[in-house]
């Protein structure tokens, strides 16, 4: 089949995000302009650089309480720093908790009954329990077209990594399976690990 996004799929379901998939998630730890923490979960995410490390990350969407953007948005907006979580397959419960509609005011690290750690480089804290964390300072934000939508474009500032998962000198993703978002309601886990050499070191 083929269809332009304009004039509808046909499907049950939109299958955009089946398409492009699997992606991370970046489980996004924030403040508001009065020090309140905040964490959702954000899967149009991944990294575009890596010298400095840059991440983007997108919105869409308004919440009843704050129509324009979803809180991490704004928070971002306000303060121009964020920490992006790694979600392993062990967290997976708490990072759905934290994907719910909640008001602004609400903190998700206590709903979600999350361990908060410092960040060194910037104020947002981060999830304790996360593998890896990523301190973040808004580098462009940039409005998309369409309704609320939006992508956030930061400067990796900071890098936490888990001793634990420190193996032989590599970051073993093995060790925690890093949670990344099918389409639908779907998941997977990365479990398995396989190399190709690139042609040139044949
Ligand atoms: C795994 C997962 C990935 C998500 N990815 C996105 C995303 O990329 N963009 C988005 O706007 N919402 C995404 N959502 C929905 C937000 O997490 C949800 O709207 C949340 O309430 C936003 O919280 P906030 O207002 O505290 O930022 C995702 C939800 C889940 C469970």
């Given at each position: 089949m083929f269809y332009?996004?304009?004039?509808?799929?046909?499907?049950?379901?939109?299958?955009?995000?089946?398409?492009v998939s699997p992606r991370p998630i970046a489980w996004i730890s924030s403040l508001d302009s009065?020090?309140?923490?905040?964490?959702?979960?954000?899967?149009?995410?991944?990294?575009?650089?890596?010298?400095?490390?840059i991440v983007v990350f997108g919105s869409t969407g308004g919440k009843p309480d704050q129509p324009q953007f979803k809180d991490t948005m704004s928070n971002i907006r306000e303060t121009g720093e964020f920490?992006?979580?790694?979600?392993?397959?062990?967290?997976?419960?708490?990072?759905?908790?934290?994907?719910?509609?909640?008001?602004?005011?609400?903190?998700?690290?206590?709903?979600?009954?999350?361990?908060?750690?410092?960040s060194i480089m910037v104020k947002?804290?981060?999830?304790?329990?996360?593998?890896?964390?990523?301190?973040?300072?808004?580098?462009?934000?940039?409005?998309l077209i369409g309704e609320n939508s939006?992508?956030?474009?930061?400067?990796?500032?900071?890098?936490?990594?888990?001793?634990?998962?420190?193996?032989?000198?590599l970051f073993d993703v093995t060790t925690y399976q890093p949670l990344a978002r099918l389409g639908y309601m779907d998941y997977t886990s990365i479990g398995d690990v396989f190399s190709l050499k690139?042609?040139?070191?044949?």
């Amino acid at each position: 089949m083929f269809y332009q996004p304009k004039d509808g799929h046909g499907l049950p379901h939109n299958p955009f995000k089946a398409i492009v998939s699997p992606r991370p998630i970046a489980w996004i730890s924030s403040l508001d302009s009065q020090g309140r923490a905040n964490l959702a979960p954000y899967s149009f995410f991944n990294a575009m650089a890596d010298n400095p490390p840059i991440v983007v990350f997108g919105s869409t969407g308004g919440k009843p309480d704050q129509p324009q953007f979803k809180d991490t948005m704004s928070n971002i907006r306000e303060t121009g720093e964020f920490v992006v979580n790694i979600v392993s397959y062990d967290l997976k419960d708490a990072m759905n908790i934290t994907s719910g509609n909640l008001p602004a005011d609400i903190d998700e690290f206590e709903t979600a009954g999350l361990e908060k750690a410092a960040s060194i480089m910037v104020k947002p804290p981060r999830v304790a329990a996360a593998p890896a964390a990523l301190e973040c300072k808004l580098f462009k934000f940039v409005d998309l077209i369409g309704e609320n939508s939006a992508m956030v474009i930061g400067e990796v500032v900071g890098i936490h990594l888990a001793d634990s998962s420190i193996v032989n000198g590599l970051f073993d993703v093995t060790t925690y399976q890093p949670l990344a978002r099918l389409g639908y309601m779907d998941y997977t886990s990365i479990g398995d690990v396989f190399s190709l050499k690139r042609p040139e070191q044949e």
